[in-house]
């Protein structure tokens, strides 16, 4: 199975800052087919997980612009260029490329310092 | 738009079985594939299994093989979980998520979860 590992755990915040979250994976999650199925999640207090970013780069209709995602290969990035207060949550990496499993990193608990 | 409405929480005794619905809405039923990924209090995101609404394939994740059976209802475009001998450690929010497929998988939209409680 491809494990995958966020750093950091915890990440205190102040508003309006940015926030980088790092995840890598055990293999390389480019697939034969030239795509990196590579995704990232927000899970707000007591909400489903919310998807932001798939495919490495590409934001999902909604999601703001302050969320970026980069990388390629083994290493891979979330970006929050200026947080806000409805950031707060648990962000969560998942591959896709090598299933069965999908597999998900342990989650980073983004906070307001 | 793109819903998948949950079925309720439920509290089951050790030993017991549970089976949670997820019904989906504004989309094509048969194109994507259904997921089902649980998360434990506090805990992180945890794949079981995944189904084909178009044929009924079924892939489980090798801890919950044997104890797990998902299916669908395309006439209803309802999708289920049941697990089987449920323990303690099963307590955890069960959520349907759906999908774009091939040799890999994507995961979209999610539902809203169902919390199961397994407790004597």
């Known amino acids: 199975d491809v494990v995958m590992t966020q750093s950091p755990l915890s990440l205190p915040v102040t508003l309006g800052q940015p926030a980088s979250i790092s995840c890598r994976s055990s293999?390389?999650?480019?697939?034969?087919?030239?795509?990196?199925?590579l995704s990232w999640f927000q899970q707000r207090p007591g909400q489903s997980p919310r998807r932001l970013i798939y495919?490495?780069?590409s934001r999902d209709s909604g999601v703001p612009d302050r969320f970026s995602g980069s990388g390629s290969g083994t290493d891979f990035t979330l970006r929050i260029s200026r947080v806000e207060a409805e950031d707060v949550g648990v962000y969560y990496c998942?591959?896709?490329?090598?299933?069965?499993?999908?597999?998900f990193g342990q989650g980073t608990r983004l906070e307001i310092k | 738009q793109v819903q998948l409405v949950q079925s309720g929480a439920e509290m089951k005794k050790p030993g017991a079985s549970v089976k949670v619905s997820c019904k989906s809405s504004?989309?094509?039923?048969?194109?994507?594939?259904v997921s089902w990924v649980r998360q434990a209090p506090g805990q992180g995101l945890e794949w079981m299994g995944w189904?084909?609404?178009?044929?009924?394939?079924?892939i489980y994740a090798q801890k919950f093989q044997g104890r797990v059976t998902l299916t669908t209802d395309s006439s209803t475009s309802t999708a289920y979980m049941e697990l089987r001998s449920l323990r303690s450690d099963d307590t955890a929010v069960y959520y349907c998520?759906?999908?774009?497929?091939?040799?890999?998988?994507?995961?979209?939209?999610w539902g809203q979860g169902t919390l199961v409680t397994v407790s004597s």
């Open positions: 998520a759906r999908g774009r497929y091939s040799d890999w998988l994507e995961i979209d939209h």
């Open positions: 504004g989309y094509s039923f048969i194109i994507y594939g």
């Open positions: 189904i084909n609404p178009y044929n009924g394939n079924t």
């Open positions: 293999q390389s999650l480019v697939h034969t087919d030239g795509n990196t199925y």
């Open positions: 495919k490495v780069s």
């Open positions: 998942m591959q896709g490329t090598h299933w069965p499993p999908i597999t």
